[in-house]
């Protein structure tokens, strides 16, 4: 697969709630090639997770197209799709009466896969998240399990049928720093390892920063504006702006904190 | 305690009591939840549908359920008729089928309420999450949001079948054996010993089938196969256990049939010892609802049972002048042979009135002694009755004839009227002529100079189906004209006394033939 095509397309997309109320996607275009990481940064309600959820058609656009490798999403159908693409969800989403082994060989069961097959994938894909050695980890239930390790559950499961591209909603919103630190390293060396194309959900600028090699600011609905970190701080609009200074006056206020106590 | 022979007649029927029990409770279960699971599955997305669901099986369990049962009767009694007319067969109206409806309908509630309730209460991010990972909706409901609300609705299914456990003991007034029949007859009877052990009986049952379907509810939620199959095949054995004996009993060639009083278990009892005397087989549908009997033998599903001749007249003929005893008989006689085919075998010789009844020294002191003399009381006193008593036309009759307005009216257990009178809880009754109380708390049947109620002559009744039936003639003809009402009032008084009716039977027997 080439860097330059096209992997996700949101071609001036709209998604309207409760009979065209509530706008909670307008007009948003954005190009995402494949093996990029994307980040999208807004507030709530800025309608960061309805335009990820227009991509596997968890909810269906009202205007505009949007595509996956080429294809409009409308022609797809909408399981098989959504089988096709990793979905990590907000505090793992896991099915509480389903064991870790249970939940990460979910899609390749409802693709009729082997058990067998699905056995031996889920130990490597437990290896792969690193919940290692596998035996300590595939009969355990969700609620057995710590908030870090359920996410890598939810990362596992996401990656469970090899999927290209994978969609991420606040993955790691609900960790503390550290765990969230380490989490989203290896998803890092996972999407580079495995050629993904990956979007992440994220309210968190340092994390989108870290993170992705492009990002999308959205607010209201509306896509305010995209591109590098180093792009996006040459724009003027003052939300982003605002958004940039943030980490980098944490950033300087911790720096100050701890020269003074140094001192 | 447990050398009362009591407690081993009541074991000795317990096959056949629990056998008809367990099977109606599990059948009405059985089909109410094919019912209602379905149901509550297409209504839990469809606020409509849902409130329609809910509202109408919420109506239903706010109906009693002896009401339910009774309901259901005339319902498919009607239904019979239709179908023999426009298909040419019917189907028996009687016991099995109606228990087995109303009760179904009576445990759709718990099952569609928690079934709803469970799927509602599931973690919407848990089925978003089983729609991302590519779940069809019919996957989405197998594989997460059944087996998440299954403690909700395995619940639900266990307090349904508590429910219609406990309810089936009233489906013995429609005709359908059950744990009720110790009740029913225990209460008539005043057997305590059969009371307490039909609700024991009944309560173990429910216990036990509740505590097999947590094992399979158990089973299920922790995955374990053993604990399901342990559960279920608990179940089956139950099932099993209680099938076997009472098949080998259904074949008996006659029934009998009683109605909800001491008098009616002592001659159902006569009756099935006279037919086992002349070598036939039968078996006992006691505590039969009045109305529910007639119909029943003008449908064969009972043979033989013994009526009171003022009662048909009124209830059947629908007939509210009176006539001489004699006049009334041949013309009842010949009405339920013309419009029934049921055949009169005779008259027992006694007669079973309604009559008013209050204590001898307090009727003394006041003068009274016949309901015209308690016209110008009534208005001070009150009166007991059983629970069709006021709602039948000889009480309507009566009150007309003397002009009697009492000050208040009580419904009350037929056995619980007498002592009620005796200790002036009420000041009359409307008791019965043959009733060996009268005797025992030395109270007076007042007299009905204006011969407001009809006679009640005792009268054996056979099915259309065996009006020809030479062998059940001959066992019962010893009988007619026989009993006396001082020999009828004795064997009450004994089966009151807590005789089993069977032994007092025989004594009735015993005391005809010494004559």
Not at chain 2, 160 to 170: E, F, K, Q
């Amino acid at each position: 697969m080439s860097d330059t095509a096209e992997a996700i397309v949101f071609d001036k997309v709209g998604k309207t709630f409760d009979n065209g109320r509530v706008k909670a996607v307008a007009d948003v275009s954005l190009h995402i090639a494949a093996g990029e990481f994307v980040a999208i940064v807004g507030g709530s309600g800025s309608g960061k997770t309805t335009l990820l959820r227009l991509a596997n058609r968890l909810l269906d656009a009202d205007s505009g197209h949007v595509r996956i490798s080429g294809r409009s999403v409308q022609q797809s159908d909408p399981i098989a799709l959504r089988r096709s693409i990793g979905y990590v969800f907000q505090s793992a989403g896991l099915f509480p009466h389903m064991t870790a082994a249970g939940n990460i060989g979910i899609t390749p069961r409802l693709l009729g896969q082997p058990a067998a097959d699905i056995a031996v994938r889920v130990d490597e894909l437990l290896t792969l998240v690193r919940l290692a050695p596998p035996e300590n980890y595939r009969d355990r239930y969700p609620h057995e399990l710590s908030g870090g390790e359920r996410q890598r559950v939810g990362v596992a499961r996401a990656l469970a049928a090899r999927p290209r591209i994978v969609l991420m909603d606040e993955p790691f919103g609900a960790l503390d720093p550290l765990t969230r630190d380490a989490l989203g390293d290896d998803y890092l060396r996972l999407h580079r390892d495995l050629g993904l194309t990956t979007i992440m959900i994220t309210h968190d600028m340092t994390e989108a920063m870290l993170l992705a090699n492009r990002i999308a600011v959205m607010r209201e609905g509306r896509l305010l504006g995209q591109g590098t970190p180093q792009e996006l701080g040459r724009s003027d609009n003052l939300y982003i702006k605002e958004l940039l200074n943030t980490p980098r006056k944490q950033a300087a206020r911790l720096q100050a904190v701890l020269t003074d106590r140094s001192a | 305690m447990f050398s009362d022979p009591r407690w081993s007649e009541a074991l000795s029927r317990l096959p056949d009591y629990l056998g008809s029990h367990v099977r109606v409770s599990m059948t009405a279960l059985a089909l109410g939840l094919a019912i209602s699971l379905p149901l509550a599955l297409l209504a839990y997305r469809r606020p409509v549908l849902r409130g329609f669901l809910l509202g109408i099986t919420s109506i239903v369990q706010t109906v009693p359920g002896l009401a339910l049962l009774a309901l259901f009767y005339p319902l498919l009694l009607a239904l019979s008729a239709l179908t023999a007319s426009w298909l040419g067969v019917g189907f028996s109206a009687f016991g099995f089928l109606p228990s087995v409806l109303a009760l179904a309908l009576y445990s759709m509630l718990p099952v569609a309420r928690n079934t709803i309730t469970g799927l509602r209460e599931i973690d919407p991010a848990l089925t978003e999450a089983a729609q991302g990972v590519g779940m069809t909706p019919r996957q989405s409901l197998t594989m997460v949001e059944l087996p998440l609300a299954l403690p909700v609705i395995m619940a639900g299914i266990r307090t349904a079948a508590v429910w219609v456990i406990g309810t089936a003991t009233l489906s013995t007034p429609i005709g359908q054996t059950s744990l009720g029949n110790y009740i029913f007859a225990g209460l008539q009877t005043q057997n305590w010993v059969f009371v307490l052990f039909g609700c024991a009986a009944a309560a173990l049952l429910a216990l036990a089938v509740d505590q097999l379907l947590a094992l399979v509810e158990n089973g299920l939620r922790l995955r374990l196969r053993a604990r399901i199959m342990a559960g279920l095949v608990g179940l089956a054995a139950l099932l099993l256990a209680t099938l076997t004996p009472s098949l080998s009993q259904s074949r008996a060639s006659h029934v009998i049939g009683a109605k909800t009083f001491t008098e009616q278990y002592v001659l159902a009892s006569l009756i099935g010892q006279r037919l086992e005397a002349a070598g036939l087989t039968s078996t006992l549908r006691e505590g039969l609802g009045s109305n529910v009997i007639f119909e029943a033998l003008a449908k064969n599903d009972i043979d033989v049972y013994v009526d009171y001749s003022g009662t048909l007249w009124a209830n059947q003929l629908k007939r509210t002048d009176v006539k001489p005893r004699g006049e009334l008989f041949d013309e009842l006689k010949a009405a339920l042979a013309s419009r029934w085919s049921i055949k009169t075998l005779g008259a027992l010789g006694f007669d079973n009135a309604y009559a008013l009844v209050m204590p001898r020294k307090r009727a003394e002191e006041l003068g009274i002694r016949s309901a015209a003399d308690l016209a110008a009381r009534a208005g001070t006193m009150s009166i007991a009755g059983d629970y069709e008593f006021f709602s039948r036309p000889e009480w309507t009759a009566l009150r007309t004839a003397y002009n009697l307005n009492f000050r208040q009216q009580r419904q009350m257990q037929p056995d619980f009227m007498y002592a009620a009178v005796a200790s002036g809880e009420v000041d009359v009754i409307a008791g019965y002529t043959s009733d060996g109380l009268i005797a025992r708390y030395d109270l007076v049947v007042l007299d009905d100079p204006k011969r407001a109620i009809p006679p009640y002559d005792a009268i054996v009744l056979i099915s259309p189906k065996r009006a020809e039936d030479k062998a059940l003639r001959d066992a019962l003809l010893p009988l007619i004209g026989k009993i006396d009402v001082s020999a009828m009032r004795e064997a009450n008084l004994r089966a009151g006394n807590g005789e089993t009716p069977s032994a007092v039977a025989k004594w009735l027997w015993d005391h005809i033939q010494r004559r």
